[in-house]
């Protein structure tokens, strides 16, 4: 077996020693030492790794495609996912500026990009309190403008400063989720959040823990992580317990003039079976009537 393994083409090769390194790729695929547990954690992690990048992605296209679909950004809040975009950018310029490997934070630069333009949507289908706020234009342009500026001043801050920064990340967090479960709580619904984009947070959560310890080691990112995890936690425990809430609103609330499918059948049925007769008005009759006799009564002065 191992003839073949150490044979394999040089471009399977070359992709699995960019991934694993030499050293793994040796004693995993040819050599097949698969009693090498550091090499089995470490590819393990690589692979948890790429697969969280490859599925941050696309995590939040389902949210997207709700609101749109949808044209409501209800339920969501604003305040929620500003904190947690700037969480996800300090993170990825954390990791960027600390060259940790792409696979460990890769998804925070595509969550920060996805958030980005969902929290754009929430200006831009205002609900509540932003409708009575100045007009969605200058809204949007002034959250263009300081999306960028972050994005510029998180890629030329000190190291030092980005450490600090990444400690912030942590109360970030929590009040980057507080807002989202106290909404939710309020109004018993989850609105338009979307329970693919939770549940992948929850899974992602998980895995990331593993691959920070395995790879990096960094105190701060992981109890980052741990802290996103418990807080999805409970954004998940909501999706669970108000899940479907909505839709039994609306098929309790009465549309006036609204006529059911088998209200019309029996309402043609009941009409097949029934005689209409048709009644002619007649005149109708004046007030002043003359006498049947035709005489003209007067009344006598003396």
Same mark, same amino acid.
């Given at each position: 077996?191992?003839?073949?393994?150490?044979?394999?083409?040089?471009?399977?090769?070359?992709?699995?020693?960019?991934?694993?390194?030499?050293?793994?790729?040796?004693?995993?695929?040819?050599?097949?030492?698969?009693?090498?547990?550091?090499?089995? +954690?470490?590819?393990?992690?690589?692979?948890?790794?790429?697969?969280?990048?490859?599925?941050?992605?696309?995590?939040?296209?389902?949210?997207?495609?709700?609101?749109?679909?949808?044209?409501?950004?209800? *339920?969501? $809040? @604003? /305040?929620?996912?500003?904190?947690?975009?700037? #969480?996800?950018?300090?993170?990825?310029?954390?990791?960027?500026?600390?060259?940790?490997?792409?696979?460990?934070?890769?998804?925070? @630069?595509?969550?920060?990009?996805?958030?980005?333009?969902?929290?754009?949507?929430?200006?831009?289908?205002?609900?509540?309190?932003?409708?009575?706020?100045?007009?969605?234009?200058?809204?949007?342009?002034?959250?263009?403008?300081?999306?960028? #500026?972050?994005?510029?001043?998180?890629?030329?801050?000190? +190291?030092?400063?980005?450490?600090?920064?990444?400690? #912030?990340? =942590?109360?970030?967090?929590?009040?980057?989720? =507080?807002?989202?479960?106290?909404?939710?709580?309020?109004?018993?619904?989850?609105?338009?959040?979307?329970?693919?984009?939770?549940?992948?947070?929850?899974?992602?959560? @998980?895995?990331?823990?593993?691959?920070?310890?395995?790879?990096?080691?960094? =105190?701060?990112?992981?109890? *980052?992580?741990?802290?996103?995890?418990?807080?999805? @936690?409970?954004?998940? #425990?909501?999706?669970?317990?108000?899940?479907?809430?909505?839709? +039994?609103?609306?098929?309790?609330?009465?549309?006036?003039?609204?006529?059911?499918?088998?209200?019309?059948?029996?309402?043609?049925?009941?009409?097949?079976?029934?005689?209409?007769?048709?009644?002619?008005?007649?005149? /109708?009759? $004046?007030?002043?009537?003359?006498?049947?006799? *035709?005489?003209?009564?007067?009344?006598?002065?003396?």
């Amino acid at each position: 077996m191992t003839a073949i393994t150490q044979n394999l083409p040089r471009f399977v090769s070359d992709l699995g020693i960019s991934i694993i390194g030499e050293k793994c790729y040796s004693s995993l695929v040819e050599n097949l030492n698969i009693g090498d547990i550091n090499c089995l +954690k470490y590819s393990l992690s690589k692979g948890l790794g790429i697969g969280i990048v490859v599925g941050g992605s696309i995590m939040k296209v389902p949210q997207l495609l709700l609101i749109l679909e949808g044209r409501s950004a209800r *339920g969501l $809040s @604003l /305040p929620a996912y500003v904190l947690e975009t700037l #969480a996800y950018a300090i993170t990825a310029a954390y990791s960027y500026r600390n060259e940790f490997p792409f696979s460990t934070y890769g998804e925070n @630069l595509f969550l920060t990009i996805q958030n980005t333009l969902i929290t754009l949507l929430i200006i831009y289908f205002p609900t509540g309190s932003l409708r009575n706020g100045q007009a969605t234009g200058p809204r949007l342009a002034i959250a263009s403008a300081a999306s960028v #500026a972050s994005a510029f001043v998180l890629y030329t801050l000190p +190291k030092d400063v980005l450490s600090l920064l990444q400690m #912030a990340t =942590l109360p970030l967090s929590l009040f980057s989720k =507080l807002p989202q479960i106290m909404q939710n709580a309020r109004a018993h619904s989850t609105g338009q959040l979307s329970a693919f984009a939770v549940v992948s947070q929850i899974v992602g959560c @998980l895995a990331r823990l593993f691959t920070t310890a395995t790879e990096v080691g960094d =105190l701060l990112v992981t109890a *980052g992580f741990a802290l996103a995890l418990l807080l999805n @936690l409970v954004l998940g #425990a909501q999706m669970w317990l108000y899940w479907g809430k909505d839709e +039994k609103e609306d098929d309790g609330k009465t549309q006036i003039g609204a006529i059911s499918e088998k209200e019309k059948e029996d309402w043609t049925s009941e009409r097949q079976g029934r005689v209409d007769v048709v009644v002619t008005p007649k005149s /109708p009759v $004046s007030r002043h009537t003359a006498s049947p006799s *035709g005489r003209k009564w007067a009344r006598k002065v003396d």
